[in-house]
Antibody, heavy 115, light 109 residues
Framework: EVQLVESGGGLVQPGGSLRLSCAASGFTFSSYWMSWVRQAPGKGLEWVANIKQDGSEKYYVDSVKGRFTISRDNAKNSLYLQMNSLRAEDTAVYYC????????WGQGTLVTVSS | DIQMTQSPSTLSASVGDRVTITCRASQSISSWLAWYQQKPGKAPKLLIYKASSLESGVPSRFSGSGSGTEFTLTISSLQPDDFATYYCQQYNSYSGGFTFGPGTKVDIK
């Protein structure tokens, strides 16, 4: 069974950092682009970042450029999102998804940025 | 960057109704468009990819059409399980990002 499981969410103060993880199973992780997508409370979906199969290409939405870093470890079948300089507007459920969402999604992990 | 719009933002319909949602891209995306269904507290579910290809396991009452900048999602006969929010998404290029539309909420009339 294909599965994506996110972890690492929580409450963090503005300006703080958090690292999200996504554990993949049930498919050949190293063969796919992977993505992070977020959804603020009561709002729509927002694509955050994409990473190529070998990690050589990474792309971000403008609002997180310079603050967030997407990475992956194909040996561990894991995807990561390092989030620095967090702002209140980064509060959202963060989903890990295969190929921009065209494949399976995780269940999401909630990140709350508040003092 | 490619911007996506959807109309209407909310749609009230009854079981058995034919429902159509429109999605427009700010520039041509060929057929690189997907449709998702999302229910409260759940991850989105892929319904349609490449504008008109039905994802495996999705009921045939869902269909997609269009190319270039204008696309539609049609539900031929609305079922109780279909009351949800629907999003379109363009995936024209990995480097440009995979922008979502703002969503269309389908609720009970």
């Amino acid at each position: 069974e294909v599965q994506l499981v996110e972890s690492g969410g929580g409450l963090v103060q503005p300006g703080g950092s958090l690292r999200l993880s996504c554990a993949a199973s049930g498919f050949t992780f190293s063969s796919y682009w992977m993505s992070w997508v977020r959804q603020a409370p009561g709002k729509g979906l927002e694509w955050v970042a994409n990473i190529k199969q070998d990690g050589s290409e990474k792309y971000y939405v403008d609002s997180v450029k310079g603050r967030f870093t997407i990475s992956r470890d194909n040996a561990k079948n894991s995807l990561y999102l390092q989030m620095n300089s967090l702002r209140a507007e980064d509060t959202a459920v963060y989903y890990c998804a295969r190929d921009g969402g065209l494949g399976p999604w995780g269940q999401g992990t909630l990140v709350t940025v508040s003092s | 960057d490619i911007q996506m719009t959807q109309s209407p933002s909310t749609l009230s319909a009854s079981v058995g109704d034919r429902v159509t949602i429109t999605c427009r891209a700010s520039q041509s995306i060929s057929s690189w468009l997907a449709w998702y269904q999302q229910k409260p507290g759940k991850a989105p579910k892929l319904l349609i990819y490449k504008a008109s290809s039905l994802e495996s396991g999705v009921p045939s009452r869902f269909s997609g059409s269009g190319s270039g900048t204008e696309f539609t999602l049609t539900i031929s006969s609305l079922q109780p399980d279909d009351f949800a929010t629907y999003y379109c998404q363009q995936y024209n290029s990995y480097s440009g990002g995979f922008t979502f539309g703002p969503g269309t909420k389908v609720d009970i009339k």
